[in-house]
């Protein structure tokens, strides 16, 4: 490195420019408009909030993104570091793996289209449905996607289906980084695969499974295209970016809209500490 | 065992080895065509009859695969022409291509001042870059769209310009200050010794060394904007002229009724594009991922 005056300001101001103008000063603005009415005029204290806290969309909309929550992250990483660790295995894993990926090319309006075609409920168009009857004939199909029991699960596997590839890739690169000396030494003490699984490839790259479970926590806070293109939050299948949206443009309440979006920083606080902290220890070591 | 008995039963124990691992080849066979089948489905269902796609499912298509009946390009005709997917798709490179290029261009210059300058308060900024990473946009939404109703700006393409690089910044600093960082350190010494200004070592050093994480970057902000929705129906609102195609393909699905044969079709074009350049450059995409997969 080396003594720069000005010159290293001249390389960041236009940054820093955009990332005040479109993400810090809205932000803190944000949290101001989430303590005034409708549309911005008068004070109204916490109505906002309580609003946020405790209306029926809004609960159904925590509940949805808690249960987004369990089962989206857990099938993308557990399902994930699975199908990482079985093509670790065969010839054929690049082949294999770019499918598996392709899904994150594509935009969530592109895959609620092609999940849409399978969750049709006529079993003569959708899949699900055409294959469910055909190996239970006494079955009546179901509208997975037009029926409140259902509808949030469908929605969620289609996100499963878009992000499984992610943290495949990551967990499939901190699996080849693992030393073959590790692996063969377990083998000679005797680990079968179920051993090797636990004991070797899981704790050793905990760290990375850390890592993209954080990402896809944050994909479930933010879920909104899928649930926009699938079922446009009916059926009880609300979340918290799509009230949020709902708010700004179809009741154009900019304090509720504000306060939601204030909601959704909140839980994702935690998350941005944790990243800050973990860069600085990265930084300390470099 | 000897040499000579191993080769001998050598091909017998590939056959139990090959048997030993069947239930595992089934598995991933299995799991591929099930990541497969639904994307298929909708190619499928895209060059069908409109009225074979409403009454019967697109597997059906195998029955009569080879007789010219079963397949058309109307649906692509009616969706490009009638439906305005045309001037979508073009609005989408319209909207996607400076989304693209202005963040990298302005990402660079931070990126090579927080990798290889000193100055106040570097690490401080550079923590603030971290945290902005996982900011919802939500947060934004109200005052940016204020402020852009208040200068004419909403409904156009600058707009939304303006509004991907501000929300692709924080990855795109990130991530190519850890590739300028990993650049070898003695390179930069020895160019500052030899009295090369920091423009020509960004110049001369640090962007043609760098050419492979320019591209992983460009693929990330290229599809992410070529995929949002969200940012779309914010600042462009509903008006066709501008509308993306994910704007205008979710439009479709949520008014149903007649058209809900072009689905399909409409799906296909918007995701062609995209699909083509994750195949092509798959290796780049990876590499951005592996490099910034702290971000969300």
């Known amino acids: 490195m080396k003594k720069s005056g000005m010159r290293p300001w001249f390389y960041i101001l236009p940054a820093l420019l955009f990332l005040t103008f479109f993400l810090v000063y809205p932000s803190i603005r944000t949290f101001h408009l989430s303590l005034l009415d409708r549309r911005s005029t008068a004070f109204v204290g916490i109505d906002n909030y309580r609003f946020a806290f405790t209306s029926r969309a809004m609960l159904i909309a925590f509940r949805n993104n808690l249960i987004w929550l369990v089962l989206f992250t857990l099938f993308t990483v557990g399902g994930g570091l699975v199908i990482a660790v079985l093509m670790d295995k065969v010839k054929y894993e690049p082949f294999a793996k770019s499918i598996i990926f392709l899904p994150q090319a594509i935009s969530f309006v592109g895959a609620g289209v092609i999940w849409r075609f399978v969750y049709d409920h006529r079993p003569g168009v959708g899949l699900l449905n055409a294959v469910l009857t055909f190996v239970f004939p006494d079955m009546q199909p179901i509208g997975w996607l037009v029926n409140s029991d259902t509808a949030t699960y469908a929605v969620i596997v289609t996100g499963i289906w878009v992000w499984t590839g992610f943290s495949m890739t990551i967990l499939s690169a901190a699996i080849k980084g693992i030393s073959d000396e590790i692996e063969e030494a377990a083998r000679m003490d005797g680990a079968n695969a179920w051993q090797m699984f636990w004991l070797i490839t899981v704790p050793l790259i905990s760290s990375t499974i850390a890592v993209v479970a954080t990402t896809m926590v944050i994909n479930v806070l933010k879920v909104f295209d899928l649930v926009y293109v699938m079922t446009a939050g009916r059926y009880d299948t609300n979340v918290i970016a799509n009230q949020m949206y709902v708010e700004l443009f179809i009741t154009r309440h900019n304090g509720r809209a504000s306060a939601i979006a204030v909601v959704l920083l909140l839980a994702i606080v935690p998350i941005m500490l944790l990243n800050i902290r973990r860069f600085q220890e990265q930084e300390a070591l470099r | ?296």
């Open chain 2, 1 to 296: 065992m000897s040499e000579e008995r191993s080769a001998r039963y050598a091909p017998k124990i590939d056959v139990q080895k090959f048997l030993a691992r069947l239930p595992l080849h089934l598995v991933i066979v299995l799991i591929v065509v099930i990541w497969l089948v639904p994307s298929l489905g909708v190619f499928v269902n895209s060059v069908r009859i409109p009225r074979e796609i409403r009454s019967s499912g697109w597997w059906t298509a195998a029955d009569n695969l080879f007789a010219a009946e079963t397949w058309t390009l109307e649906n692509y005709e009616a969706v490009l022409d009638a439906q305005g997917m045309a001037r979508s798709f073009l609005n989408s490179l319209i909207i996607t291509i400076p989304a693209t290029l202005i963040p990298i261009l302005i990402a660079s210059f931070a990126a090579f001042a927080f990798a290889w300058m000193e100055f106040p308060l570097r690490l401080a900024l550079f923590s603030i870059v971290v945290g902005l990473l996982v900011v919802p946009l939500q947060m934004t939404f109200v005052p940016v769209f204020r402020a852009y109703a208040n200068v004419g700006l909403t409904g156009t393409f600058p707009a939304i310009w303006l509004a991907h690089t501000g929300y692709g910044l924080p990855f795109a600093v990130y991530l190519l200050r850890n590739f300028f960082g990993a650049l070898p350190k003695d390179l930069f010494e020895s160019a500052f010794l030899d009295g090369a200004s920091y423009q020509q070592s960004f110049f001369y050093l640090a962007l043609p060394l760098s050419v492979p994480s320019l591209a992983s970057l460009a693929i990330f902000q290229f599809l992410w904007v070529w995929n949002d929705l969200l940012v779309a129906l914010i600042y462009l609102g509903g008006t066709p002229r501008v509308a993306p195609l994910t704007v205008r393909v979710a439009n479709l699905v949520n008014s149903l009724g007649a058209d809900w044969h072009l689905l399909p079709a409409a799906a296909v074009i918007s995701m062609l594009l995209p699909m083509i350049i994750f195949l092509a450059l798959q290796k780049y995409f990876v590499r951005g991922i592996l490099a910034g997969s702290v971000k969300g």
